[in-house]
């Protein structure tokens, strides 16, 4: 890092628009959905869903956007690069990451599929049942990375759903290999245990070569590793990168850095509203010291607190209410 | 408060919509604006600089409104009554308000001036330069008070910015006797040390008879009593109210309540950013507390959280971001 810097983190990942509305349990049955399911949806039932849905929110979403957002409710200095249509949700998706102070300016797709999206019903007993259409998300590849974006940032952060597509991995191997040239860190978060599952072999060749700082959960890193146990996750991959994140949920998170083993705690969360984004969070406050240069326990704990707030309500987003503050002050 | 209460709080004030974009030292010129200063402006000249705003944010304002929000923001159950016209900028008021949880129903004027705004331009070095036109929200006379709403809150919230015309000082007159007949309680703020000058014996005959909770800064409560000391303030207006909340910015506040002497210090703001909204959400948590049936050490503690909430970052708004929390966790 040495180098002057534009950004501190730029993520990659499969740019969506959360749309949420409130329903009643009718409308999970009148739409054939399954309460508290997740479900990638394609595109004629994607029309259909939507426009059912009654009075919408709509804001940007996805995983590493998420940690882009919480790195600049930190003050971190952030970038994103992601595909969007050039519809009134891809202007939904943009704005949105403008007022939030996350620079965001990949060209937008004139033809093929809809700006993807997120939606999320909610019902009466606070359930989210979610259906996910990918759409021009998933059509990123190597010719949409803006390479000096990538070399004027401290950290590439990049999402394990990328390796879903070929022309996305593609991608991310243009995205590291940038990244690395200019003295730069790449981060990798594993997403999800089915996509683990599905580029097992992938994820162990690129821990070995190409990511200096590797984000999991438990189920993911022992998943990854074949193994049962947490421990027996830690010993395989101590040495592999130069530093491992490992969130253990309720249980706090464990950093590996060579011989080093950090163990953090969690921060308290007096009511655990909703866990959506936990592991974006803790990214983003983990990245942000990092890039800050403090030292691995503050980013752990750093990690601990955006992963508390964003558990104390409903979303995937950093904003905090005043109930929460003060039972964050008086815990 | 024996009966049951449909809402803790229903505020009562100018509904205006804020209307905040970024422009260089050459806006203010070529639109002879004085950096720093709030203006009242009419039509023809609302029209002009509103059009020759960039890229504008535009959320629901209002003193009163900003206290309203910020209960919600605590979980309490908060009303608003105000008035706004059918246009697009009424609809934001409504939909923003709803999105906050903080119940509006008002009817909007269809005929007569615009809805209310107050236009804020920020230039690079942040100062704030507001422009506010009251379009619709001066409007609001006796018939426009939901008079069930009133009676179904603990409190009913006035600002003092009413008593600027007849039809809403009868709106204010109307709330208080209604609210009274209720068992209910009535709360004022002062506003503004101009406003207190303006309206200077209508408030003191007020605050002996009809106001159970009132908020004043330093400013209004000496002018209010014409005295140059807080102390002769203080003892001015002891034994008037049932409990009076003494705002005395970066050094706390004083509550009042019989012979009591309620010394409350302010919570530590590591950052003073902007203290626009700060006397707003002062109230918000006092009067949150204070509908749950805290002591009052308690409400003025909340009130002093959430003020420094809103002092942390730029706007009148309680949500938080993780750099915010960061702060006042280590603090």
């Known amino acids: 890092m040495s180098e002057t810097s534009t950004y501190d983190v730029v993520g990659i990942g499969n740019a969506l628009v959360d749309v949420l509305s409130h329903e009643d349990d009718a409308f999970l049955e009148g739409h054939d959905l399954t309460k508290g399911s997740m479900t990638l949806i394609e595109d004629d039932r994607v029309r259909e869903l939507y426009e059912a849905m009654g009075q919408r929110t709509e804001m940007s979403g996805g995983s590493a956007a998420n940690t882009l957002v919480g790195l600049a409710s930190f ?20 704005h949105d990451l403008a007022g939030l102070e996350v620079h965001f300016d990949s060209p937008r797709a004139t033809d093929g599929p809809a700006t993807g999206r997120c939606l999320i019903v909610v019902t009466p007993d606070a ?58 860190d790449v981060a990798l978060s594993l997403s999800d245990g089915f996509c683990v599952d599905r580029h097992r072999d992938d994820f162990l060749a690129l821990i070995d070569g190409g990511v200096d700082i590797l984000f999991a959960n438990t189920d993911e890193i022992t998943r990854l590793y074949e193994v049962d146990d947490f421990d027996d996750a830690v010993a395989k991959v101590r040495g592999r990168c130069k530093v491992a994140c490992l969130t253990k949920g309720r249980h706090g998170s464990v950093v590996i850095a060579g011989d080093e083993t950090h163990v953090i705690a969690p921060h308290e969360v007096p009511k655990r509203v909703d866990t959506t984004g936990a592991g974006d969070l803790y990214a983003a406050g983990f990245l942000y010291g990092y890039t800050q240069g403090m030292s691995l326990d503050r980013c752990g704990s750093l990690g601990s607190m955006a992963a508390a707030a964003v558990i104390g309500h409903t979303g995937a987003r950093p904003g905090l209410s005043l109930a929460q503050l003060v039972d964050l002050l008086d815990s």
């Open 75 to 94: 003050g971190g200095r952030a970038a994103y690069i992601g595909r969007v249509h050039d519809d009134d949700l891809g202007t939904v998706f943009a």
């Open 127 to 184: 359930q989210r049942t979610m259906n996910t259409y990918l759409g021009a998300s998933s059509l990123l590849g190597p010719e949409h990375v803006d390479l000096d974006v990538v070399r004027a940032s401290k950290v590439t952060f990049l999402e394990g759903y990328l390796f879903d597509r070929d022309a996305a991995k593609e991608a991310y191997r243009v995205a590291t290999e940038a990244a690395h040239a200019a003295g730069r």
